[in-house]
């Protein structure tokens, strides 16, 4: 699932992703739904960890006068974007974009955390995916009485080993684990799961081909162009991932609430 890029200048082929309104298979309804649960409990700080362009921090904040929020990630053109997008909207006063990583972060703590499909930003850059540390560091980083909204994947059933050999490239079982057991671990972490979603498969085919569409109809209109080879093979790749796992990988939107 993660962002692959294209050389845009001189003509060439749009970044994949270009158009979308979420990084991540997340509709208009339900992000409105998650907006007013979150504006309900009135934050005044806001954090979103690895939030690219920080769509659903700018709703956050519109939702809730006043409310002041940081977003930080690794990906310089998506803050500015997002630094864009809060002139835009009026929001640029209540909302500072950070170019940094999440690991060990001082940013917090804040009254709502965001880290939707960005646990990694929490990680060790040279360790594994590890969701105990993920949800320890997002318990580390709301303030009592707060809320996180956690999206993460889950295996909405055990692969096999055929069909891993289909996903992503190195793909283990151990990449993910299934629903249940990551409520269960956000338990363990000091959360009580106020909220337990998960994207719809429309929303996801929305998302993976609204990630290629812009790629895949520059693609159509310069068969001949110099790039033209290497991004078909980019776009073909990506989206062979994709339905390796369309019925294997799940999202959940998980809000969560910190104990005591």
């Known amino acids: 699932m993660a962002a692959d890029t294209a050389d845009d200048s001189a003509g060439g082929p749009p970044p994949f992703g270009a158009g979308l309104t979420f990084h991540g298979p997340l509709s208009e309804a339900r992000a409105d739904a998650m907006i007013a649960r979150l504006a309900a409990a009135s934050p005044a700080t806001v954090l979103d960890i690895g939030c690219g362009w920080g769509e659903l921090l700018l709703r956050v904040l519109a ?18 974007l997002g630094r864009q997008l809060a002139v835009e909207r009026r929001l640029s006063e209540r909302v500072e974009y950070v170019e940094e990583s999440g690991h060990g972060t001082t940013r917090g703590p804040a009254d709502t955390v965001l880290c939707l499909g960005s646990g990694q930003a929490l990680c060790d850059p040279d360790g594994p995916y590890d969701l105990v540390t993920i949800l320890r560091e997002l318990r580390r980083l709301v303030r009592p009485g707060g809320r996180v909204l956690l999206g993460e ?47 719809s498969p429309e929303e996801w085919e929305a998302f993976e081909s609204g990630y290629r569409q812009a790629t895949e109809l520059w693609l159509a209109a310069h068969p001949e162009h110099p790039l033209a080879a290497e ?10 991932h994709w339905l390796g796992y369309r019925d294997l990988l799940g999202i959940a939107y998980l809000t969560l609430v910190p104990v005591g």
Do not use: C, M, S, Y
């Open 153 to 199: 994947g889950f295996w909405q059933r055990i692969p096999t080993d055929a069909e891993l050999a289909r996903l992503w490239p190195g793909a283990r079982v151990e990449d993910h684990t299934t629903l249940d057991v990551l409520v269960d671990l956000a338990i363990e972490a000091g959360f009580r799961p106020a909220w337990i979603e998960t994207a």
């Open 63 to 80: 939702a809730v006068p006043g409310a002041k929020g940081l977003g930080i990630d690794i990906n310089g053109a998506d803050l500015a």
């Open 231 to 240: 991004t078909r093979a980019r776009v073909d790749r990506q989206r062979g």
